[in-house]
């Protein structure tokens, strides 16, 4: 079964960012630094097009981001 996990999606996105500022990142994908946090927080799940957004800025796809089996 594929689920979305919020902390693993939140540990996926901090990993991902790297060295880049969080509002490096917000701006890149049009959302706000406050977002960005929430979802590495895994308070968060963005949604559907955040993710998309995500997925193209990293160079992933959103499977690989946000679906756990």
């Known amino acids: ?3 979305l996990d919020a ?6 996105l901090k990993d991902l960012r790297g060295d880049r500022s969080q509002q490096e ?5 049009g959302v706000s630094k406050m977002a ?3 979802y590495e927080s895994g308070k968060r799940i963005p ?4 993710k998309v957004a995500l ?11 946000f679906f756990t089996p």
Request: no cysteine; glycine share 12%; net charge neutral.
């Open 25 to 29: 990142v917000a701006d890149a994908i």
């Open 7 to 12: 902390d693993v999606i939140g540990k996926r």
């Open 36 to 38: 960005i946090s929430g």
């Open 55 to 65: 997925a193209d800025y990293y160079g992933k796809t959103v499977a690989e981001i």
């Open 47 to 50: 949604k559907d097009g955040a």
């Open 1 to 3: 079964m594929i689920r």
